[in-house]
């Protein structure tokens, strides 16, 4: 049995998303590149001038717009972390090869590794997915030593089904990128077609 515990803070929140976002980043490159190339054959276009003499503003303001929604939603997690009402509350837990049991202030959770449907470890954080879209996770620091983090991780990957090998909601976000690109490289034929 591996006991384990501690307090959630805010660095350790946003390194639980790595195991998640780890798994994005290559549609997040493929869409920077095809961006570049169609922005770099695209942007002389887009910014000559209109009828009037006046160079259009959109091109500057879209990707002034996406950076600001990103700094808003990183200031937005954070005070969403810091107002939270849980944020100083101690967690506890024990798990062993059958399953979990935690321990917060309100509430003792026993549950079998077969009530989960997957598992993402990054060295130093694990998720535990009870549902598609939730999940708890374990920052590293909450274990006493790399036996107990290992064993852990063990029992999970050992306890919890293995993923399906087709993953729909993936392939169709490829389908939806593809799409993407190929509108986009309908757009710049048109746009850079002669007469």
Do not use: C
């Not at 259009?56 to 107002?83: C, G, H, K, N, Q």
């Not at 009402?85 to 049991?101: C, F, H, I, Q, Y």
Request: hydrophobic content about 50%; proline content about 6%; cysteine-free.
């Amino acid at each position: 049995m591996v006991e384990f515990g501690g307090r959630y803070t805010y660095a350790q929140v946003r390194a639980a998303r790595g195991p998640v976002s780890g798994l994005r980043k290559p549609f997040f490159w493929m869409g920077i590149v095809v961006l570049l190339v169609l922005g770099a054959g695209l942007l002389p276009v887009l910014m000559a001038p209109g009828p009037d003499g006046k160079r259009p503003l959109w091109p500057v303001a879209v990707p002034a717009a996406v950076a600001l929604l990103y700094v808003v939603r990183r200031i937005s997690d954070r005070r969403a972390f810091e107002t939270s009402k849980g944020k100083d509350e101690e967690v506890r837990g024990s798990a062993d090869a059958r399953g979990l049991e935690l321990r917060s202030a309100g509430a003792t959770m026993r549950t079998e590794w077969s009530g989960f449907v997957k598992v993402l470890a990054s060295k130093d954080t694990v998720l535990l997915y009870n549902s598609d879209r939730s999940a708890v996770f374990f920052p590293r620091a909450f274990f006493a030593s790399d036996e107990d983090w290992t064993s852990f991780v063990g029992w999970a990957r050992a306890g919890i089904p293995k993923e399906k090998l087709v993953h729909w909601p993936t392939i169709w976000k490829l389908v939806a990128w593809i799409g993407v690109v190929m509108a986009l490289l309908v757009a710049w034929t048109f746009a850079t077609r002669n007469g």
